[in-house]
């Protein structure tokens, strides 16, 4: 650790307090819209939400734009750039337990409190409760039809879901050929595979819209169509979430490297980015396998 | 906007002045002092609640609040003393003394560090602006359970979620901060093993922390889906599970135990062996109990739900994995006692309240273990029993622990020492206080008590009212704690670089007060 | 401040120190009428002397060291640090003694968990904030309320023996029969505890959990909810009344036979008179914990019922809102809980009672319509 003598501590900055500000007014407003959907007012719950985004926005370019300057700047050397390294894993980390959380909720719906509810097991009587219940997966029937109406089928995985399966898989491919272009600094070619990761993200989603819009139409598979289209959507739905920021990412990411942010030596903003990419699509494999075929 | 630290850096930058400073600070020193602050302060409200709700139970029948507000004042205090005072405490304590310990310039990603802290008041000032709000704020009790706090739960419980979410966020970026620190920052020559036991339980802890506030977050969105959304998660009609969301809260609420209770368990490391005048015993096996301890915790979380009629294997499963957590912290202990077995014992402020954290943490293991045994915990479960065992643990465990880091550490800061004759008043009244006030909950438990009540039976009054005596002496000291830290931090003996006569460790080697700029170069470590 | 003052007077420390003399100082658990909780309360008693032993040996050595090596003393420190011997020593011994408190812990367990071949089941149903006790088979069921006068517990009244463990209709079990609960809600989770019978379990919205007991002793055992529960999660008892097998037989037949005249009286022809009669007796039961008795309600939560507009609105849309509650606030549907009469009554005594003066009534018949509807 020689280089520590240089290790830099950037002086006072006012990104964090605006984070702050940004991030509570967000969140608030949206506290503000939930409290009053039923009747009261929402619009001041959506004005704080959509002052707070500004300031996210405003934030986001203002403090990672410091970043990127600083890097250029060359303030940042290699023991800072473990401090990077470091923070983005266990960044990426958390990401994996927040998902744990969901898929633990499918396991146990799943193979525990449907079978349940169904009367099997020792030591229960919900036959009692829900005597016409049948516990079968995907739960097309709720232990109550009346309350929760069940969905009339489900996504078949071997249409769009495999075609998403294979695009994101090859986005990944296409990362990677990105990262080794980097390291060559052939710059046409780090700019069309990047821009290929970009497109294949982006008609992912678009399927994900298309096949959301049928579940909801054609299907009743819903939010609240039962506990089957609560994991289903919730699972997909953040994972598409995460697919639409890390594309965001990435077109930043592409964006600075047409800027000249990035050498064949310095490019973990790249790697983030690539690192945060491959998350995402093992979140998806995942998915493709517990949620669509299982 | 920037400066390079270091060998060739000759600007020392001070602090700027005025409110800039704490607003933009990206200094390690100042945000942990902020901390420190603002978990006090989170200490007096969540400490005023508990007095209300302690006035409320002096005597049998309704005589001050309402039922709707004692729940709240419950739950409200719990919150703000596991999310406000305890771990926020603990944070700061991280702060100030890990880039010391391991001999680095700051925390690695300082400006992040700021954000961590900043979310805090922001996130606590949410939460209790519900109290305010029409049909009032969160009154399901801390670990608010479904469905009582989603189809049952006052409108306000958005806001609840959403602050919780951001507590996720300052506490998961605290979090990576520590472990980058920790593992990237490091003086040359320090290597693992030759850390202080308050960084180790702290790299313990942040994984902890990484791994676990992620799920809180998973449960909470849980709820704000079935509240706002239609998702059938803990509704039954729609093939979910009220239980489910105990299982996902415990996965996290039990690891949160131990993030509220290893570091303290650094900081008693760090107190013995100094006025013990002897090294630690067990060391190694000091680092690897707490490892175990952490592990462990990932797999007992259904110990918290006994009576909700798991299947036979897992109660057993679960009481087996519980009983094990005994034979780690039984290291533990034993270790602290063998540091002072023929030691040179001297018994200043931060080592009576560390020597008292040894003793009362360790009642509060001895009813954890009772609370393990599956069909006893059928009479322990939700009665005062617990109450008493878990406020063993963490107001004699993770609060004694603090005020021994404050007491021991203040001179390093400020450059003062404080006032022993009054540090010593404080550690008596607190002592008498909060054994009057919890231990007398064992009994109320043990003869059928349910907590979080408002009112009680008669057969319980007597004990009841020597538990609302106690909270009471127990409370007004604190604001002595108050008056000393303030006394010590405007004047006082000039403290000497070493400042104990036992102390051993990279942050004694600074002049007191330690210069606003830790490490500009690294220290050796032999 | 008047209530305040008296409060103070009536709950002074000396007149319940005499009422709850027997009881007062209770400082363990009780060990119970039943097998398991006889063998709970000797576990819990080994364990708790277990760990009473190991205190004393640690906090002998740890005084030990606090009296006689003192710095003051003259003591010099001793510069060990370190044994592998010692370590493992005391890993492996206090993982020995858990074996040893395993071992009969789980025994124990079993035994509560084997719910088999029970003589009698009884379903338990949580509500917010009273018990229903359904007899499996035996066309029996009821709520059992809280008995204790808001009086007593607003200090307006002395407090009585049972204060807060007293019902109006407990659960009478026969003894020396294996009684199986099957324990629910219909709310939010509540937790059916009885200490002396060693019982606690979960009552889980759309789920129901067992438990079991057989009764040794003839007796009234009191408990309480132990799961948080909400606004009155400490006024919701439990009690139970253990009787030998031939008293359980009587009460039972009487209990049916009652089941029966209720069942007549819907179709029976009902004067206002008695309707706002028997109003007041249900209302007061289950009505004015939240509604309040002199019908003020607890703003905003609970609202007025005097004066209010519902009440004072058409009789068929108040008996829906009591019917269905409404979703989205503390208002429960009854209609699944209250026989038809007893919802009849209550709206008509609403509808006439505290300066409403409304002059009218519903029928049952008319109730049991709208329920149909």
């Known amino acids: 650790m020689a280089t520590q003598q240089s290790y830099y501590v950037p002086e006072q900055s006012k990104w964090p307090i605006i984070a702050t500000v940004g991030l509570f007014l967000t969140l608030s407003g ?95 009587m919900n036959t009692l409760l829900w005597s016409n219940f049948e516990g079968s997966w995907p739960l097309l029937h709720n232990p109550d039809p009346k309350v929760f109406p069940g969905p009339e089928a489900v996504i078949n995985p071997w249409s769009i879901p495999l075609l998403n399966t294979v695009l994101l898989l090859t986005s990944s491919v296409t990362i990677t050929f990105a990262h080794h272009a980097i390291k060559k600094n052939d710059r046409d070619k780090v700019k069309l595979w990047l821009a290929l990761t970009i497109l294949l993200g982006a008609v992912f989603l678009g399927f994900q819209v298309y096949e959301y819009i049928e579940a909801y139409h054609e299907l009743n598979l819903t939010l609240d169509s039962g506990i089957y289209g609560t994991t289903f959507f919730m699972l997909t739905g953040f994972h598409g979430m995460h697919v639409t920021l890390g594309a965001i990412i990435l077109t930043v990411i592409l964006l600075r490297y047409m800027k000249g942010h990035f050498s064949a030596e310095h490019h973990f903003g790249f790697e983030a980015a690539a690192w945060y990419w491959h998350f995402v699509d093992v979140v998806w494999v995942c998915l493709f396998v517990l949620v669509y075929i299982m | 906007m920037s400066a390079v630290l270091g060998a060739d850096a000759h600007h020392h930058h001070g602090p700027a002045k005025g409110f800039k400073r704490w607003l933009f600070t990206t200094n390690h020193k100042d945000i942990g002092t902020m901390y420190l602050w603002f978990s006090f302060a989170m200490f007096l409200i969540g400490g005023t609640m508990a007095l209300v709700i302690r006035a409320e139970l002096f005597e049998p029948g309704m005589q001050i609040v309402h039922p709707e507000f004692f729940n709240q004042m419950t739950t409200m205090h719990g919150l703000i003393m596991v999310f406000g005072a305890v771990m926020p405490a603990f944070v700061g304590l991280a702060n100030w003394l890990i880039p010391m310990m391991v001999g680095a310039p700051d925390m690695a990603l300082p400006r992040m560090n700021n954000w961590s802290f900043w979310i805090l008041p922001f996130a606590f000032a949410m939460l209790l602006s519900t109290l305010l709000m029409e049909g009032g704020g969160p009154n399901f009790g801390w670990t608010f359970y479904a469905p009582l706090s989603t189809t049952y739960a006052p409108a306000s419980v958005n806001y609840f979620i959403f602050a919780v979410h951001m507590m996720g966020i300052s506490s998961i970026m605290g979090a990576i901060n520590v472990i980058a620190t920790i593992l990237n920052m490091r003086a040359p020559g320090m290597t693992l093993m030759k850390m202080p036991l308050f960084v180790w339980t702290w790299l313990i802890t942040a994984f902890l922390l990484i791994a676990v506030m992620p799920v809180l977050a998973g449960a909470v969105t849980m709820m704000l889906m079935d509240i706002n959304f239609g998702t059938s998660f803990f509704k039954a009609e729609g093939g979910g599970d009220p239980v489910l969301f105990q299982h996902v809260f415990w996965f996290f609420g039990h690891p949160e135990v131990y993030i509220m209770i290893l570091p303290a368990f650094g900081v008693a490391s760090q107190i013995i062996p100094t006025f013990s005048r002897k090294p630690l015993f067990g060391y190694p096996s000091m680092v690897y109990a707490t490892a175990s301890i952490a592990i462990l915790s990932f797999v007992v979380w259904a110990h918290h739900m006994f009576t909700v009629g798991i299947p036979l294997a897992g109660e057993l499963f679960f009481m087996y994995a519980t009983m094990l957590i005994a034979v780690p912290t039984g ?70 622990s603090i005020f021994a880091a404050t007491y021991y550490w203040l001179p390093k800061w400020c450059g003062n020492m404080y006032d022993e004759t009054l540090g010593k008043v404080h550690f008596w009244m607190s002592f008498i206080g909060l054994n009057m006030t919890f231990f007398p909950m064992h009994f109320v438990g043990l003869a059928g008590m349910p907590r979080r009540i408002p009112d009680y039976a008669l057969q319980f009054a007597d004990f009841n009212q020597i538990s609302s005596v106690g909270a009471f002496v127990f409370g007004t000291t604190q604001l002595l704690f108050l008056f000393i830290v303030i006394k010590c931090i405007r004047g006082g003996k000039k403290a000497t670089a070493q400042v104990w006569e036992g102390a051993d460790g990279l942050e004694w080697t600074l002049p007191s007060p330690a210069p606003y700029h830790s490490f500009s170069e690294p220290p050796t470590v032999k | 401040m008047m209530s305040r003052r008296r409060a103070i007077a009536v709950a002074s420390p000396v007149p319940f120190v005499s009422a709850s003399a027997s009881a007062a100082w209770e400082l363990n658990m009780t060990p119970g009428v039943t097998e398991v909780s006889q063998s709970v309360y000797s576990l819990h008693m080994t364990i708790f002397w277990i760990c009473v032993i190991i205190g004393i040996v640690v906090f002998g050595v740890m005084f030990w060291s606090i009296f006689n090596h003192r710095k003051s003393k003259g003591a010099k420190p001793a510069q060990f640090h370190e044994s592998t011997t010692v370590e493992i020593i005391w890993t492996v011994i206090p993982f020995l003694i858990l074996i040893g408190m395993a071992i009969p812990a789980t025994g124990t367990l079993v035994k509560m968990y084997d719910a088999s071949e029970a003589d009698m089941d009884i379903k338990i149903t949580g509500y917010q904030w009273k018990w229903r006790y359904e007899y499996l088979n035996q066309d029996v069921n009821f709520f059992s309320n809280l008995a204790t006068s808001q009086d007593q517990i607003y200090n307006r009244d002395d407090k009585g023996e049972h204060y807060l463990l007293e019902v109006d209709e407990p659960l009478v079990l026969p003894i020396n029969q294996k009684i199986r609960f099957l ?75 009652l089941a029966r005249q209720e069942y007549e009286l819907k179709n029976k022809q009902w004067t206002m008179e008695e309707l706002v009669a028997r109003g007041e007796k249900s209302y007061a039961s289950n009505c004015a914990v939240c509604h309040q008795a002199n019908g003020a309600g607890l703003p905003p939560t609970f609202p007025a019922l005097a004066g209010s507009g519902i009440v004072k609105g058409p009789v068929e849309k108040h008996a829906e809102v009591v019917l269905h509650g409404v979703s989205g606030t503390a208002m429960q549907a009854f209609g699944a809980q209250l026989s038809e009469v007893d919802i009849a009554a209550i709206v008509t005594y609403e509808r006439n009672a505290w300066g409403n003066k409304m002059g009218d009534m519903i029928t049952p018949q008319q109730v049991a319509e709208l329920k149909n509807k």
């Not at chain 1, 060359?74 to 401090?83: P, W």
């Open chain 1, 30 to 124: 949206l506290a503000t819209v939930m409290v009053n959907k039923s009747g009261g007012d929402t619009s001041t719950g959506w004005w704080m939400f959509s002052i707070g985004v500004a300031v996210m926005v405003y934030m986001l370019f203002g403090w990672f734009g410091n970043v990127a300057k600083e890097s250029m700047a060359g303030l940042y050397n290699a023991q800072m750039d473990r401090s990077f390294r470091w923070g983005m894993s266990w960044f990426i980390f958390s990401e994996v337990m927040f998902f744990s959380a969901f898929f633990g909720a499918l396991f146990y719906v799943r193979f525990l409190a449907v079978p349940w509810l169904a009367g099997e097991g020792e030591g229960t």
């Open chain 2, 331 to 400: 290291v533990k202990v034993f270790n602290w006692v063998s540091t002072m077995f023929r030691g040179s014992l001297t018994f200043e402020t931060p080592m009576l309240f560390a020597v008292a954290f040894v003793i009362l943490f360790t009642i509060g293991g001895f009813s954890g273990l009772m609370l393990a045994i599956a069909p006893a915990d059928f009479q322990y479960h939700d009665t005062y029993f617990v109450v008493a065992h878990f406020h063993y643990v963490l107001v004699p465990g993770a609060i004694f």
């Open chain 3, 183 to 257: 324990v629910t809600s219909a709310d939010v989770i509540h937790s059916w505890w009885v200490p002396s019978l060693a019982v606690k379990r979960d009552a889980i919205p759309g789920y129901v959990r067992e438990a079991w007991t057989v009764i040794k002793e003839p007796g009234i055992y009191r408990g309480q909810c132990a799961e948080l529960c909400g606004k009155d999660h400490g006024f919701m008892p439990v009690v139970v009344k253990a009787v030998p097998q031939e008293e359980y037989q009587e009460w039972l037949l009487a209990k049916q036979e």
